[in-house]
């Protein structure tokens, strides 16, 4: 621990011109960690984005419970126990799950969902309790899509269904549905917007819908929605935005690589990503693959197989990114924000593992000041 905190100080005192003294070298002072963190970006520096303060730069991003045990959308006891204690855990920003914005939006009926104003209450006992931990929270709004598993008539953007057995053939929106649907976004983002979140995510990955509009493998419409692949996503940013306050940022999640034969690349998610950026995205959440199974292309199998994509994102565009895709080893996750590959970093099913993981991961990661809630301290 001395060690690590005498070479970060010397570094300081190098970089600032000041004199060193042994007592700072154990005893660090505000003023001293100020320093270090503008030297060295770390997984638990803040970090700020327009209204948005994170105390730390670890994401539980959504992940799916499948626990709406009365299928009607509305978070419950289960949801309130598994995201109150990843905020205890210390877990900068919080990304509740695939929110859905109508009842055949869900992958299936024990989804969350936010087609309705009477579901505000709820959602907003949730974010209150994560914000009384300390974290700041988003919501993950979406529509499954052709992979909506339990609606009896699934939509997509063309009538081309999901290359597995367990899917349904979908039905192609017609030009007036797809308006309605961005409309659908919007309404439930005003919704979240209610509840209090911090901020808004819109799901452009894993194959969900909008990830469908903005495939050429499986978009083939010939209306405005099909000869810019980009439309109806653009038109949902800029639907969100309006129902957003101008300080709070909006993230896309998108996939950055399909893994199907005929799949799109890096360089089309970038084009994707620059007009989104330019429709009003503060922040890409850069995943991959899950637009069908995956042919000669296959996902990484290290850890950080995504990092490459967010690190091309970041660079082409110049904006924030969250990396995320087998980072729960905390000097990898670590290593992700201090090379500056990206802005914040992702722990899905490390957080599963383990709700306290970004109390451990500063642990373990020695010179940083894990935030223990008082109630715990004993215990470390
Ligand atoms: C149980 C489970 C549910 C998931 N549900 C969602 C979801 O609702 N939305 C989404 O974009 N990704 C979802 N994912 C993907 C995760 O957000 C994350 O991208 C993935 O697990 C890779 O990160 P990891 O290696 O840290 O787990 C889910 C993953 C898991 C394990």
Not at 244 to 262: K, N, Q
Not at 291 to 311: L, T
Not at 330 to 359: F, H, T
């Amino acid at each position: 621990m001395e060690e690590s905190l005498l070479f970060r100080l010397d570094y300081a005192d190098y970089v600032f011109n000041r004199p060193c003294n042994l007592e700072r070298v154990f005893r660090l002072c505000d003023e001293d960690k100020k320093e270090m963190n503008v030297l060295t970006n770390s997984l638990f520096t803040p970090y700020t984005l327009k209204d948005l303060e994170l105390k730390n730069r670890v994401v539980m991003p959504p992940m799916c419970q499948y626990s709406v045990t009365a299928k009607d959308g509305i978070p419950n006891d289960w949801h309130h126990v598994h995201y109150l204690s990843r905020a205890i855990g210390g877990t900068g920003l919080i990304i509740i799950e695939m929110t859905d914005v109508e009842p055949d939006g869900r992958i299936t009926d024990y989804d969350l969902g936010l087609w309705s104003d009477e579901h505000v209450p709820a959602y907003k006992k949730l974010v209150d309790g994560i914000h009384a931990h300390g974290s700041k929270v988003g919501i993950q709004i979406a529509h499954a899509g052709r992979k909506a598993e339990d609606a009896a008539d699934p939509v997509a953007p063309s009538a081309i269904a999901y290359p597995d057995a367990n899917y349904k053939q979908p039905r192609a929106l017609t030009t007036e549905e797809v308006r309605g649907m961005v409309q659908k976004f919007a309404d439930a983002t005003r919704r979240a917007v209610q509840a209090g979140v911090d901020t808004i995510e819109l799901h452009g990955a894993h194959g969900y819908l909008i990830h469908q509009f903005h495939s050429p493998v499986t978009n083939k419409r010939d209306d405005e929605y099909g000869k810019d692949l980009s439309r109806f996503g653009v038109e949902v940013i800029q639907a969100v935005r309006k129902q957003m306050p101008a300080g709070m940022p909006l993230i896309l999640r998108i996939s950055a690589m399909e893994y199907v034969d005929g799949g799109y690349d890096v360089d089309h998610a970038i084009e994707l990503s620059r007009a989104y950026q330019a429709a009003g995205v503060d922040v890409i959440h850069v995943s991959s693959g899950g637009e069908g199974p995956a042919g000669a292309r296959k996902p990484g199998n290290y850890p950080g197989y995504q990092v490459p994509f967010a690190r091309q994102i970041r660079e082409a565009l110049n904006i924030p990114v969250i990396a995320v895709g087998a980072l729960d080893e905390p000097a990898l996750a670590q290593s992700v924000i201090g090379n500056e590959d990206a802005d914040l970093v992702a722990v899905g099913r490390g957080l599963l593992r383990d709700p306290y993981w970004a109390i451990h991961a500063a642990v373990t990661l020695r010179g940083e000041e894990p935030s223990i809630p008082e109630q715990y301290q004993r215990g470390y």
